[in-house]
């Protein structure tokens, strides 16, 4: 087992924070950027990443009308980041409109295109809640699906699912597609606001490509700990 298929998520309010964060815990090769943190910090936390070979996961969620998602895709693009993240609920048009923004953008700047990848519906969510304040008539893994498959006809290269759904979407969308797992909690982590969690071995053996994990990590006492209990777990996946 790779470490490398472990990101962690750097949900801390600004740069000095992430800095420490940073360096606490060494060995991780792959963190994941997201609204907090850039909103605060803009691209100085990824020119600060990138100059120490980190990989990079841009978790903005982008959600709006294809022009725009378009647009913000075609920014995020330039930074040469690794994975960027869509709403799948943007719909087809605009799910389009970012796969074509990603590589022209790009191409332009000379950059490796990020795989873009699509939230199919966020781990916080319950079926209860899908049902009755979504009002989704659809049962949870079958709307996760959908979503994902969705992406995949639109032209992303994979999508962000809870584990509980991902054995799932990659039997049907493929082995290349890629399955990034958040959501997913140590049987010694609180649960917090995820809903539909299971552990990271778990997670592995279901078909993730890559597990995000944050707070188990980031909130731990002793980072670099939980960071090797996680790792040690997953030596055990074969
Ligand atoms: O796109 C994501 O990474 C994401 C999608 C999703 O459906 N659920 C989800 O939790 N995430 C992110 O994954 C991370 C999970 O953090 P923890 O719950 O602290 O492990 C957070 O940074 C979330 O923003």
Not at 83 to 91: E, K, N, P, Q, S
Not at 124 to 147: G, H, T, V
Request: hydrophobic residues 45%; glycine residues 6%; contains cysteine.
């Amino acid at each position: 087992m790779t470490t490398d298929k472990v990101i962690v998520a750097l949900d801390v309010p600004d740069l000095e924070s992430a800095i420490a964060l940073i360096d606490k815990i060494p060995q991780v090769s792959f963190w994941k950027v997201g609204l907090e943190l850039f909103t605060s910090t803009g691209p100085a936390i990824l020119e600060e990443l990138k100059s120490r070979q980190k990989r990079i996961f841009l978790d903005l969620k982008f959600h709006d009308i294809p022009n725009t998602v378009a647009g913000a895709c075609r920014s995020a693009a330039k930074y040469g980041v690794d994975l960027l993240t869509v709403h799948a609920t943007a719909g087809s048009d605009a799910l389009k409109a970012a796969t074509a923004a990603v590589q022209t953008s790009s191409a332009q700047a000379g950059t490796k295109p990020p795989k873009l990848i699509a939230i199919t519906l966020l781990t916080s969510i319950s079926s209860r809640q899908l049902a009755f304040d979504l009002k989704i008539p659809l049962e949870l893994p079958e709307f996760a699906l959908q979503m994902a498959l969705l992406a995949q006809e639109s032209g992303l290269d994979g999508a962000v699912c809870s584990p509980q759904e991902v054995a799932q979407l990659r039997e049907t969308c493929g082995k290349n597609f890629v399955l990034v797992c958040p959501g997913v909690r140590p049987s010694w982590a609180d649960a917090g606001d995820q809903k539909r969690s299971l552990t990271p071995s778990q997670a592995i053996k279901a078909g993730a490509d890559y597990l995000v994990i944050g707070r188990p990590i980031t909130a731990a006492a002793d980072p670099e700990l939980a960071w090797h209990k996680i790792v040690e777990e997953l030596n055990t996946v074969s």
